[in-house]
Protein backbone atom coordinates (compact mmCIF):
# COMPACT_ATOMS: atom_id res chain seq x y z
CA UNK A 1 0.00 0.00 0.00
CA UNK A 2 2.10 3.29 -1.13
CA UNK A 3 0.73 5.86 1.85
CA UNK A 4 1.62 9.96 1.44
CA UNK A 5 2.85 10.99 5.11
CA UNK A 6 2.60 14.43 6.41
CA UNK A 7 3.89 15.84 9.49
CA UNK A 8 3.63 19.68 10.86
CA UNK A 9 3.10 19.23 14.24
CA UNK A 10 6.00 21.76 15.29
CA UNK A 11 8.45 23.20 13.26
CA UNK A 12 9.65 21.03 10.87
CA UNK A 13 7.72 20.20 7.24
CA UNK A 14 7.93 16.82 6.45
CA UNK A 15 6.04 14.50 3.84
CA UNK A 16 7.09 10.78 3.05
CA UNK A 17 5.99 7.92 1.38
CA UNK A 18 5.84 4.66 2.64
CA UNK A 19 4.92 1.08 1.53
CA UNK A 20 4.84 -2.47 2.93
CA UNK A 21 6.77 -0.62 6.37
CA UNK A 22 9.59 0.60 4.09
CA UNK A 23 10.25 4.11 3.13
CA UNK A 24 10.59 5.23 -0.45
CA UNK A 25 10.95 8.82 0.63
CA UNK A 26 11.31 11.50 3.64
CA UNK A 27 11.52 15.10 3.00
CA UNK A 28 12.16 17.28 5.87
CA UNK A 29 12.17 21.13 5.48
CA UNK A 30 13.87 22.85 8.84
CA UNK A 31 12.58 25.87 10.27
CA UNK A 32 15.89 26.22 12.54
CA UNK A 33 16.47 29.76 10.76
CA UNK A 34 13.19 30.95 11.05
CA UNK A 35 13.44 30.50 14.76
CA UNK A 36 17.35 30.96 15.98
CA UNK A 37 17.16 35.06 16.65
CA UNK A 38 13.50 34.29 19.68
CA UNK A 39 16.14 31.09 20.78
CA UNK A 40 12.76 29.27 20.47
CA UNK A 41 9.53 28.16 18.14
CA UNK A 42 7.22 30.70 17.66
CA UNK A 43 3.94 28.95 16.69
CA UNK A 44 2.56 31.85 14.16
CA UNK A 45 5.71 32.00 12.43
CA UNK A 46 5.90 28.29 12.42
CA UNK A 47 2.28 27.92 11.01
CA UNK A 48 2.87 30.30 8.63
CA UNK A 49 6.27 28.71 7.77
CA UNK A 50 3.98 25.31 7.24
CA UNK A 51 1.72 26.99 4.43
CA UNK A 52 4.72 28.40 2.11
CA UNK A 53 6.45 24.94 2.17
CA UNK A 54 4.53 22.32 2.36
CA UNK A 55 3.03 22.03 -0.99
CA UNK A 56 6.62 21.77 -2.45
CA UNK A 57 7.89 19.29 0.38
CA UNK A 58 4.56 16.57 -0.84
CA UNK A 59 5.79 17.24 -4.42
CA UNK A 60 9.68 16.01 -3.74
CA UNK A 61 8.58 13.49 -1.45
CA UNK A 62 6.22 12.09 -4.20
CA UNK A 63 9.07 12.64 -7.37
CA UNK A 64 11.55 11.05 -4.91
CA UNK A 65 9.85 7.71 -4.43
CA UNK A 66 8.89 7.82 -8.25
CA UNK A 67 5.30 8.39 -7.97
CA UNK A 68 2.41 10.28 -9.08
CA UNK A 69 -0.05 11.80 -6.69
CA UNK A 70 -2.52 9.10 -8.86
CA UNK A 71 -0.58 6.68 -7.07
CA UNK A 72 -0.76 7.23 -3.98
CA UNK A 73 -3.67 4.65 -2.12
CA UNK A 74 -4.19 6.30 1.47
CA UNK A 75 -3.43 9.94 3.31
CA UNK A 76 -1.93 10.14 6.88
CA UNK A 77 -1.31 12.84 8.83
CA UNK A 78 -0.23 13.60 12.55
CA UNK A 79 -3.59 14.82 14.59
CA UNK A 80 -1.34 15.73 17.81
CA UNK A 81 -0.12 16.30 20.13
CA UNK A 82 1.70 19.48 18.93
CA UNK A 83 0.84 23.24 18.37
CA UNK A 84 -2.60 23.57 16.81
CA UNK A 85 -1.62 25.89 14.35
CA UNK A 86 1.04 23.82 12.75
CA UNK A 87 -1.36 20.68 13.10
CA UNK A 88 -4.35 22.28 10.81
CA UNK A 89 -1.74 23.23 8.18
CA UNK A 90 -0.91 19.85 7.47
CA UNK A 91 -4.35 18.25 8.30
CA UNK A 92 -5.98 20.61 5.82
CA UNK A 93 -3.82 19.53 3.17
CA UNK A 94 -4.09 15.63 3.74
CA UNK A 95 -7.85 16.40 3.72
CA UNK A 96 -8.11 18.85 0.28
CA UNK A 97 -5.81 15.59 -1.09
CA UNK A 98 -8.22 13.04 0.10
CA UNK A 99 -10.77 14.15 -0.62
CA UNK A 100 -9.97 15.58 -4.31
CA UNK A 101 -8.36 12.13 -5.19
CA UNK A 102 -11.35 9.71 -3.25
CA UNK A 103 -8.44 8.19 -1.27
CA UNK A 104 -8.52 7.04 2.89
CA UNK A 105 -7.62 9.31 5.20
CA UNK A 106 -6.05 8.33 8.63
CA UNK A 107 -4.99 10.72 11.56
CA UNK A 108 -1.75 9.46 13.14
CA UNK A 109 -0.59 9.90 17.01
CA UNK A 110 2.60 11.79 16.92
CA UNK A 111 4.36 10.22 20.37
CA UNK A 112 2.99 6.65 17.88
CA UNK A 113 5.01 7.08 15.31
CA UNK A 114 7.70 8.17 17.60
CA UNK A 115 7.76 4.54 19.03
CA UNK A 116 7.84 2.72 16.34
CA UNK A 117 9.67 4.85 13.75
CA UNK A 118 12.51 2.17 14.38
CA UNK A 119 10.81 -0.47 12.12
CA UNK A 120 11.71 1.64 9.51
CA UNK A 121 15.36 0.34 10.01
CA UNK A 122 17.26 -2.81 9.93
CA UNK A 123 17.26 -5.04 11.68
CA UNK A 124 13.47 -4.33 13.21
CA UNK A 125 12.07 -4.52 16.45
CA UNK A 126 9.54 -7.31 17.08
CA UNK A 127 7.07 -7.18 19.96
CA UNK A 128 6.86 -7.23 23.05
CA UNK A 129 9.82 -4.31 23.76
CA UNK A 130 10.14 -1.53 26.09
CA UNK A 131 9.77 2.21 24.43
CA UNK A 132 11.23 5.04 25.69
CA UNK A 133 10.19 8.09 23.61
CA UNK A 134 12.50 11.44 25.10
CA UNK A 135 11.80 14.46 22.36
CA UNK A 136 11.30 18.45 22.96
CA UNK A 137 7.64 17.91 24.33
CA UNK A 138 7.60 14.58 26.04
CA UNK A 139 9.49 11.64 27.94
CA UNK A 140 7.62 8.67 27.95
CA UNK A 141 8.62 4.89 28.99
CA UNK A 142 6.08 2.03 27.69
CA UNK A 143 5.58 -1.34 26.84
CA UNK A 144 4.52 -2.00 23.47
CA UNK A 145 2.97 -5.13 23.51
CA UNK A 146 1.95 -5.18 19.36
CA UNK A 147 1.13 -2.37 17.03
CA UNK A 148 -1.72 -0.38 18.83
CA UNK A 149 -1.20 -1.87 22.38
CA UNK A 150 0.67 0.04 24.74
CA UNK A 151 0.87 0.61 28.31
CA UNK A 152 1.94 3.86 30.27
CA UNK A 153 4.63 3.31 32.71
CA UNK A 154 5.89 6.47 33.70
CA UNK A 155 6.38 9.83 31.87
CA UNK A 156 7.35 13.09 32.99
CA UNK A 157 6.07 15.04 35.91
CA UNK A 158 6.92 18.42 34.35
CA UNK A 159 9.69 19.25 31.92
CA UNK A 160 10.61 16.82 29.04
CA UNK A 161 14.47 15.71 28.72
CA UNK A 162 14.16 17.68 25.33
CA UNK A 163 13.11 20.66 27.33
CA UNK A 164 15.17 20.21 30.70
CA UNK A 165 18.48 20.45 27.78
CA UNK A 166 16.57 23.20 25.53
CA UNK A 167 16.26 25.63 29.25
CA UNK A 168 19.89 24.49 29.73
CA UNK A 169 21.32 26.20 26.56
CA UNK A 170 19.35 29.35 26.60
CA UNK A 171 20.70 29.58 30.54
CA UNK A 172 24.56 29.18 29.21
CA UNK A 173 24.00 30.93 26.23
CA UNK A 174 24.49 28.59 23.60
CA UNK A 175 23.12 28.37 20.34
CA UNK A 176 19.61 27.07 18.81
CA UNK A 177 18.40 24.04 18.64
CA UNK A 178 19.87 23.88 22.42
CA UNK A 179 19.66 19.98 22.73
CA UNK A 180 21.72 19.99 19.53
CA UNK A 181 24.40 22.72 21.09
CA UNK A 182 24.81 21.03 24.45
CA UNK A 183 25.48 17.60 22.79
CA UNK A 184 28.15 19.02 20.54
CA UNK A 185 30.08 21.76 23.48
CA UNK A 186 29.71 18.21 26.20
CA UNK A 187 32.24 16.21 23.29
CA UNK A 188 34.99 19.06 25.06
CA UNK A 189 33.81 18.64 28.71
CA UNK A 190 34.50 16.23 31.74
CA UNK A 191 31.00 15.01 32.35
CA UNK A 192 31.63 14.46 36.57
CA UNK A 193 33.16 18.17 37.22
CA UNK A 194 29.74 19.30 38.62
CA UNK A 195 27.31 17.01 40.53
CA UNK A 196 23.68 18.06 39.62
CA UNK A 197 21.25 16.12 41.21
CA UNK A 198 18.99 13.40 39.57
CA UNK A 199 15.28 13.36 40.75
CA UNK A 200 13.63 10.20 42.38
CA UNK A 201 9.42 10.83 42.49
CA UNK A 202 7.66 9.18 45.40
CA UNK A 203 4.45 8.12 44.31
CA UNK A 204 5.28 6.16 40.91
CA UNK A 205 8.97 5.17 40.73
CA UNK A 206 8.96 5.01 36.66
CA UNK A 207 8.04 8.42 36.38
CA UNK A 208 10.71 11.54 35.42
CA UNK A 209 11.12 15.07 36.76
CA UNK A 210 13.47 17.04 35.24
CA UNK A 211 12.17 20.79 36.16
CA UNK A 212 14.31 20.16 39.43
CA UNK A 213 17.45 19.73 37.74
CA UNK A 214 16.81 22.81 36.01
CA UNK A 215 16.76 24.84 38.79
CA UNK A 216 19.73 23.44 40.04
CA UNK A 217 21.70 24.55 36.99
CA UNK A 218 20.28 28.38 37.52
CA UNK A 219 21.36 28.21 40.80
CA UNK A 220 24.88 27.25 40.05
CA UNK A 221 25.57 29.74 37.44
CA UNK A 222 24.13 32.11 39.89
CA UNK A 223 26.28 31.14 42.85
CA UNK A 224 29.34 30.35 40.50
CA UNK A 225 29.47 32.93 37.95
CA UNK A 226 33.28 31.81 36.69
CA UNK A 227 31.51 28.39 35.85
CA UNK A 228 30.28 30.29 32.26
CA UNK A 229 34.18 30.29 31.62
CA UNK A 230 34.09 26.17 31.23
CA UNK A 231 30.90 25.91 29.40
CA UNK A 232 31.84 22.51 28.17
CA UNK A 233 32.43 21.09 31.96
CA UNK A 234 29.37 22.30 32.96
CA UNK A 235 27.11 21.57 29.85
CA UNK A 236 28.26 17.70 30.09
CA UNK A 237 27.68 17.56 33.75
CA UNK A 238 24.14 18.96 33.33
CA UNK A 239 23.93 16.58 29.90
CA UNK A 240 25.29 13.35 32.07
CA UNK A 241 22.01 14.47 34.84
CA UNK A 242 19.71 13.89 31.88
CA UNK A 243 21.16 10.64 30.33
CA UNK A 244 21.58 9.19 33.98
CA UNK A 245 17.96 9.70 34.68
CA UNK A 246 16.75 8.58 31.62
CA UNK A 247 19.17 4.94 31.68
CA UNK A 248 18.53 4.94 35.59
CA UNK A 249 14.63 4.29 34.89
CA UNK A 250 14.75 2.92 31.82
CA UNK A 251 16.76 0.16 34.12
CA UNK A 252 14.39 -0.55 36.32
CA UNK A 253 12.03 -0.75 33.89
CA UNK A 254 14.18 -3.98 32.25
CA UNK A 255 14.49 -5.69 35.78
CA UNK A 256 10.69 -5.27 36.78
CA UNK A 257 9.41 -6.50 33.41
CA UNK A 258 12.19 -8.43 32.11
CA UNK A 259 12.27 -7.33 28.71
CA UNK A 260 14.49 -8.18 26.34
CA UNK A 261 14.13 -5.41 24.07
CA UNK A 262 14.40 -2.13 24.07
CA UNK A 263 13.79 0.96 21.48
CA UNK A 264 14.75 4.34 21.93
CA UNK A 265 13.07 7.19 20.53
CA UNK A 266 12.42 10.84 19.74
CA UNK A 267 14.42 13.91 19.21
CA UNK A 268 16.93 13.41 22.37
CA UNK A 269 17.29 10.17 20.69
CA UNK A 270 20.24 11.40 18.51
CA UNK A 271 22.35 12.87 21.61
CA UNK A 272 25.53 10.91 21.08
CA UNK A 273 25.93 11.15 24.64
CA UNK A 274 22.25 9.11 25.63
CA UNK A 275 23.11 6.57 22.61
CA UNK A 276 26.34 5.66 24.11
CA UNK A 277 24.84 5.26 27.56
CA UNK A 278 21.77 2.97 25.99
CA UNK A 279 24.08 1.12 24.05
CA UNK A 280 26.32 0.23 27.59
CA UNK A 281 23.13 -0.39 29.47
CA UNK A 282 21.88 -3.13 26.68
CA UNK A 283 25.19 -5.00 26.29
CA UNK A 284 25.63 -5.10 30.08
CA UNK A 285 21.99 -6.63 30.35
CA UNK A 286 22.16 -9.01 27.04
CA UNK A 287 19.28 -6.60 25.47
CA UNK A 288 18.34 -5.96 21.90
CA UNK A 289 18.62 -2.26 21.60
CA UNK A 290 17.13 -0.60 18.28
CA UNK A 291 17.82 3.65 17.98
CA UNK A 292 16.40 4.60 14.56
CA UNK A 293 19.00 6.90 12.63
CA UNK A 294 19.07 10.83 13.54
CA UNK A 295 16.74 11.39 10.40
CA UNK A 296 14.08 9.50 11.94
CA UNK A 297 14.53 10.25 15.68
CA UNK A 298 13.57 13.98 14.36
CA UNK A 299 10.02 15.09 13.88
CA UNK A 300 9.55 13.33 10.51
CA UNK A 301 6.35 12.21 8.30
CA UNK A 302 8.15 8.56 7.53
CA UNK A 303 6.99 7.46 11.05
CA UNK A 304 3.77 9.17 10.40
CA UNK A 305 3.14 6.98 6.82
CA UNK A 306 4.62 4.23 8.70
CA UNK A 307 1.74 4.20 11.40
CA UNK A 308 -1.11 5.46 9.12
CA UNK A 309 -0.40 1.84 6.86
CA UNK A 310 -0.74 -0.57 9.46
CA UNK A 311 -4.01 1.78 10.92
CA UNK A 312 -5.50 1.96 7.11
CA UNK A 313 -4.66 -2.20 6.68
CA UNK A 314 -6.71 -2.46 9.64
CA UNK A 315 -9.65 -0.63 8.49
CA UNK A 316 -8.99 2.72 10.47
CA UNK A 317 -10.13 5.90 8.25
CA UNK A 318 -10.97 9.58 9.44
CA UNK A 319 -13.41 11.85 7.37
CA UNK A 320 -13.69 15.23 7.27
CA UNK A 321 -14.24 15.97 10.79
CA UNK A 322 -10.76 15.01 11.66
CA UNK A 323 -9.35 18.01 14.10
CA UNK A 324 -5.78 18.70 15.89
CA UNK A 325 -5.09 17.96 19.52
CA UNK A 326 -3.02 20.33 21.28
CA UNK A 327 -2.73 17.35 24.18
CA UNK A 328 -3.00 13.81 22.73
CA UNK A 329 -1.93 10.98 24.82
CA UNK A 330 -0.19 7.85 23.53
CA UNK A 331 -3.16 5.42 23.81
CA UNK A 332 -4.31 1.55 22.71
CA UNK A 333 -6.30 1.98 19.39
CA UNK A 334 -9.62 1.09 20.12
Not at 167 to 193: F, H, M, T, W
Not at 210 to 231: I, M, W
Not at 306 to 334: H, I, N, T, Y
Request: proline share 4%; charged share 25%.
Amino acid sequence: MLVLGIETSCDETSAAVVSDRKFLSNIIASQDEVHRKFGGVVPELAGRKHIEVISGVVRSALAQAGIGVDQVEGIAVTKGPGLVVCLLVGMGFAKSVGWSRKIPLVGVNHLEGHLLAAFLGNPKPEFPFLGLIASGGHTILCLAQDWGQYRILGQTLDDAAGEALDKAAKVLGLGYPGGREIDRISKQGNPKAIEFPIAFTKHRELDYSFSGLKTALLRYVREHPESKNDLPDLAASYQEAVVEALVQKAAQAINKFRIKRLVLSGGVASNTRLRQAFEKVAQAKGLSLFIPSVRLCTDNAAMIALVGEERLKRGFRDDLSLDARAVLPLESWQ
